[in-house]
């Protein structure tokens, strides 16, 4: 007898177990969602105008740009180097 509600309890078992995972999913759905939206809002162009404003990070106005040219034309290269050697 205690056999036979053996396999009945388990899977009574099993759904509780379903169902929990079922809400927990849910509530992490919501709270990612929440997540994103937290994370769309502090990278708005709006926020980070005013971040880059309250670190005098503002772009520069025209003229206050200065291009650097090199002294010479020798280029540092990176590259990769064969480690085989020839032979």
Do not use: C, W
Not at 29 to 44: F, G, K, N, P, W
Not at 48 to 64: M, V
């Amino acid at each position: 007898m205690v056999a036979a509600a053996s396999p009945r309890i388990g899977n009574v078992m099993a759904g509780y177990t379903i169902e929990r995972l079922k809400a927990e999913k849910t509530e992490l759905t919501d709270q990612l969602r929440v997540v994103q939206i937290e994370e769309a809002e502090m990278l708005s162009p709006a926020r980070l105008e005013e971040l880059a404003a309250k670190g005098n990070l503002a772009a520069p106005a025209p003229g206050q740009e200065q291009h650097l040219q090199p002294k010479d034309s020798a280029f540092a290269l990176n590259m990769k180097t064969s480690s085989v050697s020839a032979q």
